[in-house]
């Protein structure tokens, strides 16, 4: 077996042997059941939201008063299983003394980062699928509604977006475990990034856009706009921000444009669903911004782990 | 003539602008117990690391094997074994399974590793623990079970940082006599960092001393103790009497004129004398 593989297979078994993985998983796993069984015994109340084209995908989409969505799961607790992965990658190995005992055996330094990164990957996915086919089966069983060929492949591009999102707050944290001794502080400083992206640049860019574009009454057109443009350029910093945008294209057919657009837009465009690579096309900035920073993370970590010294003290 | 295994040439390491290591030349030949010496912080873990190649020199190079430490680290790393200070491993990894990850990684078959890792857990007497989770070890059981993982990848040359710090006195002497068992009984040629001479004067056959970087003495305790008292000794007069010293005789010999010292001598240089010697001025 080569170094890869070893590492690898070290570090998938240890994550998915960890306690930490069995908590995430029951806790994601229980939400997503109770959000299939309730919606499945009141699917007649909600008849006028559910589109009657993608009636699988509304079980992903639909929030039921206290209970939000699938989606919404995902897009806020993915940054935290990513991170509760990540933190601790580099920073315990070398805290513990094991990394010098790894890195004295007949492998290159990368070996281990690159382990470390797709035994990441893979427990994600692992994570991922099961629960997606878990819903998909209780959707089959309680429902007896079968997916079309259209709702599959939503549903896989949504599970490789994802993925991508998950692993870009992995990335992350493996990242400030690089960067930071102590695990607490990388921990720390990660939830602290969350919070920036998914709440504070919510807040910022409309600060930012007031500010470059005040808005009053007597505002054109021109100028809401140029405000709501300034706007969404802040806000698709934030991977949060993309996600969300993605899977509401993905899972939602109908959906074609984002923020002012879609206001303007919208009104005067009938509400019929897209094809898949139609709704594609539609994200396909989103989903290029997500994956350049997942790789910008991880470039980032390999340059500076190589660079970096060893020794413990 | 043995052959040379490890040989450093003009080895330098600069940190923040200081030398860690500087300008450095060591040789280590097959079979020897080389005693590395010098107190924290004189270069000795930098040393080793550049050996390993695990941190690049700012000049100089060092052989280990006739490859390249800096550009040939995975044929250096292959069969040479590093015991780090304060080792570590997965807590929640048996002892068992601790040893399997450091054999696969060195891309022994696994068949081969379960007999391996049994006898070596045998020899460092873990045989009885080999299923338990590393985590309940001891600090004594971990430093053997590192033992174990130097032995357990079947190294030519074994490099062990510090291998007796924060063990009992027994434990320590287990480590002693299994790095002199090794030594003898496979033939492996052994660096081994200390500052606790004692030990380094019981097992080694060669020291080498380095001090703020430098090398200050190499070769075995008895030539380096000569050639370092080897000034005084030319204005020195041994003197033996015939029953007791007292100390009346020593005032008598020091009133006469020219005298410069008298003092009572033990017969052999300890190294504790010429290390002591070495590091006098700090």
Same mark, same amino acid.
């Given at each position: ?313 | ?214 090398? =200050? $003495? ?5 030539? @380096?103790?000569? %050639?370092?008292? !080897?000034? #005084?000794?030319?204005?020195?007069? /041994?003197?033996? =009497? $015939? ?5 009346? @005789?020593?005032? %008598?010999?020091? !009133?006469? #004129?020219?005298?410069?010292?008298? /003092? ?9 004398? @010429? ?6 001025? #700090?």
């Amino acid at each position: 077996m080569s170094g890869l593989k070893v590492v690898f297979w070290k570090e998938l078994a240890d994550y998915l042997g960890s306690r930490k993985f069995l908590i995430l998983f029951i806790i994601i796993l229980i939400s997503a059941i109770s959000i299939v069984f309730i919606l499945s015994q009141n699917i007649g109340e909600y008849s006028s939201e559910i589109s009657k084209d993608y009636v699988f995908l509304n079980f992903f989409t639909i929030s039921l008063g206290a209970l939000p969505s699938f989606i919404f799961f995902v897009s806020f607790f993915g940054p935290l299983i990513g991170i509760i992965f990540g933190f601790d990658a580099i920073n315990s190995e070398r805290s513990k003394g094991t990394m010098s005992t790894v890195l004295s055996q007949p492998i290159y330094r990368d070996t281990l980062i690159n382990g470390k990164f797709l035994a990441g990957f893979a427990t994600i996915s692992i994570m991922l699928i099961s629960i997606i086919l878990i819903i998909l089966g209780l959707e089959l069983g309680v429902l007896g509604i079968v997916p079309n060929l259209e709702e599959i492949s939503r549903i896989i591009v949504f599970f490789i977006a994802s993925v991508i999102y998950i692993g870009f707050w992995m990335s992350l944290g493996i990242l400030f475990s690089i960067i930071f001794r102590q695990t607490t502080t990388s921990a720390l400083v990660s939830v602290m990034m969350w919070i920036f992206f998914a709440f504070f640049v919510l807040m910022i860019s409309s600060v930012i856009a007031d500010q470059v574009a005040p808005l009053n009454q007597n505002s054109t057109l021109e100028m809401v706009a140029k405000n709501e443009n300034i706007k969404s350029m802040i806000m698709h910093i934030s991977p949060v921000v993309l996600f969300q945008e993605i899977t509401i294209a993905l899972l939602n057919p109908s959906a074609r444009a984002f923020g002012i657009s879609a206001l303007i837009k919208g009104s005067n465009l009938l509400p019929t669903p897209l094809p898949l690579t139609q709704s594609l096309m539609v994200i396909w900035p989103q989903f290029v911004g997500l994956i350049a920073l997942m790789l910008i993370c991880f470039a980032v970590s390999y340059v500076i782990f190589m660079r970096q010294e060893i020794r413990a003290t | 003539m043995k052959t040379v295994i490890l040989e450093a040439k003009n080895l330098t390491k600069v940190y923040n602008h200081t030398k860690v290591v500087d300008s450095i030349n060591l040789q280590i030949e097959e079979g020897e117990i080389f005693g590395f010496l010098g107190p924290n912080g004189a270069g000795k873990t930098t040393t080793i690391l550049m050996a390993l190649g695990l941190t690049e020199p700012s000049s100089g190079e060092i052989n280990v094997f006739g490859y390249n430490s800096t550009k040939e680290p995975l044929k250096v790393k292959k069969v040479t074994s590093y015991l780090p200070e304060n080792v570590g491993f997965y807590e929640d990894l048996t002892a068992q399974e601790n040893l399997k990850y450091i054999t696969r990684l060195n891309g022994i078959p696994d068949k081969k590793a379960d007999k391996k890792i049994e006898e070596v857990l045998e020899i460092v007497g873990l045989s009885e623990v080999a299923k338990t989770e590393v985590g309940k070890f001891s600090k004594g059981m971990k430093q053997r079970l590192g033992m174990g993982a130097v032995l357990v990848k079947e190294p030519r040359l074994a490099i062990l940082d510090e291998p007796t710090t924060g063990i009992d006195p027994k434990g320590v002497e287990e480590i002693l006599e299994l790095i002199v068992r090794m030594s003898r009984e496979r033939n492996i040629t052994v660096l081994l960092s200390s500052h606790l001479l004692y030990q380094v004067q019981k097992i080694c056959t060669k020291i080498g001393i380095i001090s703020q970087g430098r090398i =200050v $003495a190499q070769g075995s305790i008895k030539e @380096i103790g000569k %050639s370092l008292l !080897k000034d #005084e000794k030319e204005n020195l007069l /041994e003197i033996k =009497v $015939a029953n007791k010293l007292t100390s009346t @005789i020593m005032e %008598s010999i020091k !009133k006469i #004129e020219g005298v410069m010292e008298v /003092e009572k001598k033990s017969p052999d240089h300890s190294l504790e004398e @010429i290390y002591i010697k070495y590091f006098r001025e #700090e």
